[in-house]
């Protein structure tokens, strides 16, 4: 008991406190994560459009595989990417492993499917003759993908906030090909693993606090923006 | 004046999962006119609105938009920039009122100014100015309706296609809105083909019908033709003949026919050949009910007849009468009450020899 309050005390001594080391990993976290998240909403947004409009063969199947991915063990794609940028890997000129870039690319992974999926039933979801409603209003292609996007921005929104949620949280990647390297590629979540494992449970609990947080502010953010646009 | 062809169509096939959806070898809209398509669910009234607007790719055949092919695809941009549709369901985006109407033009790039009066005069049109800063997503159905119309006529598209734009809607807001919708149509002159399956829209609203069954259009003409002059038990028994009788002509005399008909003779205006097997078609406004055999009377037809049935029918009674054939009469409410005809009765029915519209029989 007494541990809990005293890591408890501690915690908030660190955030009040601006503590330089805590606010570093705490940056770091949000730029790896929010930029993993950007670029996973350009591929995931994209891909899944394109493929809940147009019919092909074995669309059941690339549909299937989506869906697969929206699960993927964040240690199978640190493993992955790990082989991949391996000094003699396929990519091992990039030297990129135990750096940033390399978490960026990993936590990219594991939220690009999860936004496809959600972005695919999302645009799947809008009524089937709203694409020839607005083609027949004389939209080109391009115009009439993009009003489509627009029309599904509330369930787009979800797809972000469960990407964010997904990468910001992650742990098992970003320890394998980050490094957890003090002052340069420790993130919330790496930190927390190893501050527990020394039994700086303060620590810990400082880390875990912000992480959960900063969990909370983005969906908050999010969901405002999401019910402004949804009275109800 | 002598006005041009719209669009014509022509072999027209459509398949949608192996099977012909659209089978059509001649169809054509003139410029200005009215054309309403009716036909019973699943006739392909609406692919048809689809291959018209160039927004279906049909299988087979040519489409031709003011004379020219609409087989490239500059040509099919062309024919999606000219025609307006406006599907069933509203299917208005989550934004503003203004907004929705405003999409077309936007993708146009029109300038700002131009869009603004645009909208305007759309709203003004469909009397909706008060709604333009609402929410789309929370309009009633019969607003939701006239802001999907304001936008496809704030294009202003030489071609308009509605498909059964007054479903699902009670009937005030229908009646003010179909009463709103010719107005404009007479005022802008669009071109419009309408998908419907009520008679009385399509009297109030077509100048020109085309009756479509099966993917196929069955008869097409003008209104009173359709109406009045049905080529075949089916668009006679669509357009609400009521009446089809089996008969053969007997004897055929300076365009005046005695027609047996159950046993009775029935005199009709045309000039098929004795012998010929013919159906007498009568429509139940043409068929005038009296109490007592009128001694004076224009009428050539004249039977006595038992009421059999009388179902009520909106403001109307529908009778059932048996003259040795089922003869199907309308009546107001107070005359039926006037003439005290209950079921059981026995009155009087007449129509005129021109009332008989007589179609060959196979």
Not at chain 2, 287 to 301: F, G, L, Q
């Amino acid at each position: 008991m007494e541990l809990i309050v005293q890591g408890i005390k501690k915690a908030f001594e660190l955030i009040v406190s601006f503590d330089p080391e805590v606010m570093g990993i705490t940056w770091l976290s949000l730029k790896v994560s929010g930029t993993a998240t950007l670029i996973s909403l350009f591929i995931g947004v994209s891909i899944g459009t394109a493929v809940a409009l147009t019919n092909f063969r074995g669309k059941r199947l690339v549909i299937s595989l989506i869906n697969t991915g929206m699960g993927l063990p964040p240690v199978v794609v640190g493993l992955f990417v790990t082989i991949m940028i391996w000094r003699n890997g396929p990519l091992g000129f990039m030297e990129i492993l135990y750096t940033p870039y390399a978490m960026i690319i990993a936590q990219a992974i594991i939220a690009t499917p999860i936004v496809m999926g959600i972005s695919l039933v999302a645009i799947q979801n809008l009524p089937p003759n709203l694409r020839l409603q607005i083609l027949s209003l004389g939209a080109s292609r391009s115009q009439m993908v993009w009003v489509l996007i627009k029309e599904a921005r509330l369930p787009l929104l979800a797809a972000v906030m469960a990407g964010f949620g997904g990468v910001i949280s992650e742990v098992g990647a970003s320890i394998m090909v980050g490094g957890n390297i003090k002052g340069y590629s420790r993130v919330l979540t790496t930190a927390t693993v190893m501050e527990t494992g020394k039994g700086n449970f303060d620590v810990a609990i400082a880390l875990g606090i912000i992480l959960l947080l900063l969990a909370f502010l983005v969906n908050f953010l999010l969901t405002q923006i999401q019910q402004r646009q949804h009275p109800r | 004046m002598k006005s041009e062809t719209l669009i014509k169509i022509e072999n027209i096939i459509v398949q949608r999962g192996g099977a012909t959806v659209l089978d059509i070898s001649e169809f054509h809209v003139q410029s200005g006119s009215i054309m309403a398509l009716i036909g019973p669910n699943g006739a392909g009234k609406s692919t048809l609105l689809l291959t018209l607007a160039g927004l279906l790719r049909p299988q087979r055949g040519q489409i031709y938009f003011r004379g020219q092919s609409v087989d490239t695809h500059a040509g099919r941009t062309i024919l999606r920039r000219n025609a307006a549709v406006v599907f069933q369901e509203p299917l208005l985006l989550s934004s503003s009122v203004y907004d929705n109407i405003a999409l077309g033009l936007k993708f146009r790039r029109l300038r700002h100014d131009d869009i603004r009066k645009n909208v305007q005069e759309a709203l003004d049109y469909f009397g909706i100015s008060s709604l333009a800063k609402r929410s789309a997503k929370t309009l009633s159905g019969g607003e939701a309706k006239r802001v999907s119309l304001a936008r496809a006529f704030a294009i202003k598209p030489r071609l308009i296609l509605l498909d059964e734009a007054f479903n699902s809607l009670d009937p005030p807001t229908r009646e003010t809105l179909i009463e709103d919708l010719r107005h404009i149509l007479e005022e802008t002159k669009i071109t419009a083909v309408l998908a419907l399956h009520d008679r009385e829209e399509t009297l109030r609203l077509a100048q020109d019908v085309a009756v479509m069954s099966g993917g196929k259009i069955i008869q097409s003409g003008t209104t009173s033709q359709i109406f009045n002059q049905p080529d075949s038990e089916f668009v006679a028994n669509f357009v609400g003949t009521e009446t089809i009788l089996e008969g053969t002509v007997k004897r055929s005399n300076a365009g005046l026919m005695e027609i047996s008909v159950a046993g009775k003779n029935i005199e009709a205006v045309g000039d098929f050949l004795p012998g010929q097997n013919v159906y007498c078609c009568l429509r139940p406004e043409n068929i005038i009910v009296s109490k007592k055999i009128p001694e004076k009377i224009s009428a050539r037809n004249v039977f006595e007849a038992k009421v059999q049935k009388i179902i009520r029918h909106g403001f109307f009674y529908k009778l059932m009468l048996d003259c040795g054939f089922t003869l199907v009469a309308y009546i107001t409410m107070p005359s039926c009450e006037d003439l005290g005809i209950c079921e059981g009765s026995t009155i009087a029915a007449s129509f005129k020899a021109t009332a008989v519209h007589v179609m060959r029989r196979e």
